[in-house]
DNA sequence: CACTTATTGATAATCGTTCTCATATTGTGA
DNA sequence: TCACAATATGAGAACGATTATCAATAAGTG
């Protein structure tokens, strides 16, 4: 968590972007809550803790740490998306409950491979993929 | 194309669904444009030739047929859906170039099985997926 | 042809996201 | 430390694609 926080710090620095109370604020909230939010999420937790900022700040702030490489938007479905850091982890993709909502990860080397070939006989340069899996989990099934 | 429109009128029929004027200029439409389109597109085609419909019975109308699993919403982006029909058609998923808005199709075996794969080890009942690589194509990285 | 039921059009409503701009804060370098 | 230029913020307006509303209209059955 040090070394996340640290490595969000670093690459503000970097470029001429300013260290403010809100932006620890957001990255805060975002590292010790769960893995996958929305942004009205996000800011609502931090309304109840008593830290009020602009509903514009945290979606400037996500937007300022995926250009970083720091955080991912995820698309789940028509018009539902998700964030999560992605410090040290690998990229992977999604299945996606459509009863319960729950979040399966998944990530699967094969396919990984097949992709990166495919993209080169197009001669595609790959900058980022989005795959997701859209059905019922286990729970949901029985 | 003869065979399309046949399908198609037979899921309307099979359901307690009218045949109406303005579904078949929609469905027309869908066949003799090209192959992937946005709403407000569609329905400016038609407006051009004298054929006037409402956005919303072009929305309604798409949504019905992706019912019917003769269309497919493809989401290419932030927010950007485009829709095609799959008449006939094998599921396949997109390369999106980010510059030139290209899209090529590409569909693989070896990636479907992988991904069948995993969602059985999860015991998860797959209803559809979403593969999209976004970065840029052939003529925009020369 | 008549009648029931489904469908349409015009436009208001929705809702997540972005924009605006006056005010406030940050980090620098004197 | 202080002053100042450059950045960032907050509040709410604006946006834009999609959906909802509902009175008027058309389809299809028999
Ligand atoms: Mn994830
Ligand atoms: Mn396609
Ligand atoms: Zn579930
Ligand atoms: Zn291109």
Redesign the interface.
């Known amino acids: 968590m040090l070394a996340e926080v640290e490595k969000i710090e670093n690459f503000l620095k970097q470029r001429q972007i300013k260290l403010t109370e809100e932006r620890k604020l957001i990255i805060d909230e975002m590292l010790a809550s769960q893995r996958h939010f929305g942004p009205e999420e996000l800011w609502e937790h931090l309304r109840q803790k008593g830290k009020r900022v602009s509903r514009a700040t945290v979606y400037r702030t996500l937007e300022l740490l995926i250009e970083g490489g720091l955080v991912k938007k995820v ?1 789940l479905g028509e018009h539902c998306f998700r964030y999560e850091h992605i410090l040290g982890r690998k990229n992977h993709s999604h ?1 996606v ?2 009863k319960c909502g729950a979040l ?1 990860e ?1 990530l ?1 080397e ?2 990984d491979e ?2 990166k070939l ?2 080169q006989q ?17 729970n949901c ?1 029985q």
Chains 1, 2 share one sequence.
């Not at 900058?127 to 989990?137: A, D, E, N, T």
């Open positions: 698309c299945m409950c459509l399966i998944f699967d094969a396919i097949r992709q495919l993209s197009q001669g595609f340069e790959v900058l980022s993929r989005c795959f997701q899996i859209f059905g019922y989990c286990k099934t």
